[in-house]
């Protein structure tokens, strides 16, 4: 084996508690290759530290733990948004989507410094009735108020019976950190969140003809404060 000459030259500073690094020179090879040969990770120029007596054991130790780490991690779950809201119309199309986003978070692990993503992979609405949509890649869109009630959408939903229905949205989100700006690498594993219930007020309408406005006979059908 060959030592590359710059862990022999790379000093590592102490960490907080004293421990001694150790210089590493990322590598990295096509997984469905057999016997590939290695090159140096791009994105960084020279060794880098893992502060611990036995490098390869560090990664495994925080391989063997960064699934719990992850999902411990405060990821906003964004918003399920609705239109209209909060009164909708029975049969009619009520548009819904998220604002989930993608999230960056650096923690300390072991005495090493991780950088973990959490990016939103699939989608789950609960509309309230019963019905659900997903998981899904479709975050859905705001549309137009002109276009309410009347543009179906992928994650849109048509309520065939009036009521109060509390909606939510999970949203699943895969991870990948790096390890003292190594290579990223993947979590094995998924972090769900589900959104605080939006209450829907599905409405139904009537129509009438009346002979006069509620300005010209305020108890006519339909006005305000009658009751049909």
């Not at 290759?33 to 007596?53: E, M």
Request: hydrophobic share 30%.
């Amino acid at each position: 084996d060959t030592v590359d000459p710059g862990c022999l030259t790379l000093a590592c500073p102490p960490s907080p508690n004293g421990a001694t690094g150790t210089p590493v020179i990322w590598k990295e090879a096509p997984k469905a290759i057999t016997n590939p040969g290695w090159t140096d990770w791009i994105p960084v120029t020279g060794p880098t530290c893992l502060y611990g007596p036995e490098p390869h054991n560090i990664l495994d130790d925080i391989a063997a733990r960064i699934l719990n780490d992850f999902r411990q991690l405060p990821v906003n779950p964004g918003t399920l948004q609705v239109q209209p809201f909060p009164h909708t119309l029975k049969g009619g199309p009520t548009n819904f989507y998220t604002t989930a986003t993608e999230q960056a978070f650096d923690v300390t692990i072991l005495g090493q410094a991780i950088h973990l993503m959490a990016t939103p992979a699939s989608y789950t609405y609960n509309y309230g009735d019963g019905t659900t949509l997903g998981p899904t890649p479709a975050a859905g869109y705001a549309i137009p108020d002109t276009e309410w009630l009347t543009t179906e959408t992928r994650t849109s939903h048509s309520y065939t019976q009036t009521g109060n229905y509390p909606a939510t949205l999970t949203t699943t989100y895969t991870g990948t950190y790096t390890v003292n700006n190594g290579p990223p690498l993947p979590i094995n594993g998924t972090l769900n969140l589900t959104t605080t219930p939006q209450t829907i007020h599905v409405w139904k309408t009537e129509t009438a003809l009346v002979a006069d406005t509620c300005e010209q006979n305020p108890h006519s059908w339909g006005c305000p404060g009658t009751n049909d």
